[in-house]
Structures are given as C-alpha cells and as structure tokens.
C-alpha cells in the first residue's frame, strides 16, 4: 500500500517545536493554577484540564458490536479485529451528551488520538465537529477525519518528534510508539497507515471499523509526554494507549521511512523534556510493558489504562473492578503506587504534592453514574478466580482465551454479543463495593 503523505525526507528523531494555536502565557500568576485534572472516560479516552486548557484524548463513546461482528481473515486467525461484517455509523447522541457533561459550556481546545483504531478515533471527528476543536493525531486518523467531512485543516498529522506548545505552560512532547500484539495477530500489530481518506459505505453510510479495514493502527501509535511549567515548578506525565513488549526496542518502519524505537523515542522525548521520571505514568501493556518503560521513566504513580474491555457500553458504568496481581508485586517492589478507577470518570488531580482521586462526582451524576461502582458478590467471587482481569493487552487480543474473559463470557454476559450483559448483572444481589 502508498502511503501518499509519507515523508520522503530523512526522519530525524530531533524534537521539533511546532507552534499550535493560539499561544497562552506561561501561567505564572501566583496562586492561580493550573493544576492538572486527569479524568477517564472509559476504555482510553481522557480528558485533561489544565488551568483552563482543556483536552480530550480518543473519546470513543459509540460501541460496535464485538465478534461476531468483528472476524479474523482467513489467512490470520489471530486478528480478531481485522474485518467486520459491515459498515458503522458514530452514534452521535450518545457522544453529544458525554460532551455536554463533560464541558458543560466550556471550551474544549484540542482533541489528541493516541492511534487510530475504532476504540480510539471512531468518535474523534464528532467531538471536533460538536466542540469545534482541533485534532491531534496520527495520518489514519486525519484522514479518517476527512471522510467525516471535517473542514480543511481542522486534524493536525503528527509523525512522533514535534514538541507542541499548547500554551498555559503546557507541552506536549509526540513519542512515536507501537501497538499491543505480536506476529500472531500481524495486521493490528505492525504499523499501518491508510494511504486515502476511506469511503463511506455507497448504501448504508458509516464505515468499516476492522483494522484491517478503514481503522489500520496508524503506523503504531502516538504516546504523549505532558510537561506543565507553572511558578518554576515543573509538573510532568505520560499517556500511552497501547505498548507491545515484543518490539519496544525496534524501529517502527512505515513505506520505507524509519520512525525510531519506541523505547529510543520515549528517552529521547525524556531527555527533551529535562526529566529523569515522570509524576504519573497513564500506561497499558502490564508487566511486561512496565518492565521496559518504568526504567526510562521512574513513574511516581502508575494509573492504568485502557483495560476494561472494547465492547463494554458505557452507560452501565465500568463492567469490572481492575487487577492484576504481577503488575502489582512489580510495581511494589518498584515502590511505585497502583492508582485504579473506580468508576468511569474518576478523576486524577495532579500537582506538585503528588496525584490524588477525587470522585468527580457531578459530572458522574450527570451521567447517571454512582461515585463508585457497585459490583455484586458474584463479581467478587470471579475475581478471586484470576490474577488479572486484563483481556491480553490492551486491545484485547485475548478476549476469548483469558481466564477472565472466559468468566466474563460464561458467568457475566451474553455470548451472542461479546459483551456484557448489565441486565443480568444489575440482578445479582449488591455486595460490597467494588475494590
Ligand atoms: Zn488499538
């Protein structure tokens, strides 16, 4: 496949200011912010609000329907994402009212796609249509931008390397990064670009979500190293939304144009940035991810990401309460602090003391959320039959075979669908909260 927007030039893994908007003064007025807000909404979407800058990653809120649906091709039966049975349209009230509990009247100032996977970028359009804010993103996910009609220049094609300032003292250094996955499932793993914008179905509209379709990677993904300058004092953290251990350290190579090592960019973007860690790590990829990145980062806190499934509708809330038992003894004898959620729309806050939780609780309660999660007991129970409710990775390679997944199958949901059935889990008698 042509990839028609490839550089031909050298790629430098140099960091390269890149100007954005309109600029902010460094927000140095004594006492006034910005204190940094990390709120989850769900799968990998976030939104950030820094002093009054405000930025929403991914936002996939419409859910496509999981296998059958979605099939592996005849040729690899290890990408279970790679084709789908037909075309899909965003599901734009659900998306307008997560905006509106969001920003309530606020402005929302950029939208960041940490890749271009349907449970990534599907949404991401529609937030900039609805907010009119820019797009951050990979090629794929500009391009998949264009066949949603968004205007000229509204999605900005980041290629790893640029040291964005968004303004307010925030900079965005782009990290080049791979995706969860190995060469069994090749087509989600490898990078991969669309080479044209896709077309919408002739008949039915909407498009194809498969990563083999219209929804390929995006020649890896875009990892973000957040750096917050405020009164001489420099807060920081990293957001990546899908890592694979099984090639950290090699280049990610797209149409002959060679993008660098994740690790190497990711050190490169350290050493850019002044930083010898990070005040929290927002990661996925569990342990075998943590063992390479925690090295060249030293998180202070570890908040994890992207682990509740792909199929799960986000009105029910989060489906099940977060574990992982290896990542967790790694992370203690790494004196690293585990920071779960306990409910979508949790919320980080972030300064200088370190990160703590609040509950977030109007904009839960706007969404008919409870502040934490209720699990029945016999949640409770599955979840002391597994070490880790991941699925595989982060993007769920291991939906069928995991323990967990096959407990989630067998015990929490309806087969015919692959997710969860909330009907039959609000009928189980409510034990104890959840973690
Ligand atoms: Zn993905």
Redesign the pocket.
Known sequence: MKNICAPSALFLSLFLAVGIGPARAEDDRAGSGPEVEMTWMSIANWYFRIGDLRIVMDGYITRLPGPPFFFAPPGDPGDIYGLTLGPRSVDTPAVSRVVGAVLEDAKLDYLLAG?S?F??SWDTPTWSRLTGAPIIGGLSTCLQATSQNLPAGRCKVILGGERLDLGNGVTVRVVRFN??GNNTNPI?HFARELSAPPTPDPVLGGFRGG?GEDYP?GGGGRAFLFTVRHRGATTSFFVQN?ASAYDLDKDIIVDGVNYGAPLANLKAAMADAGLTSVDAWIGTGGLAVAQLIVPVIHPKVYIPNHWDGLFNPFWGGLPFPFKDDSLSAFLDVEGIPLMPQHQYMDTYVLTEAGVSMTPNHEMKRRLGFADVQPFGTAMLDALGEVASTSYGD??GESTVTSPWARIMLTQFSNPAHGSVDLRKLAAIPQGTMGN
Request: charged content about 15%.
């Open positions: 890749h996977h449970d990534h995706h969860s989600q990563v990677n899908s982060d993007c």
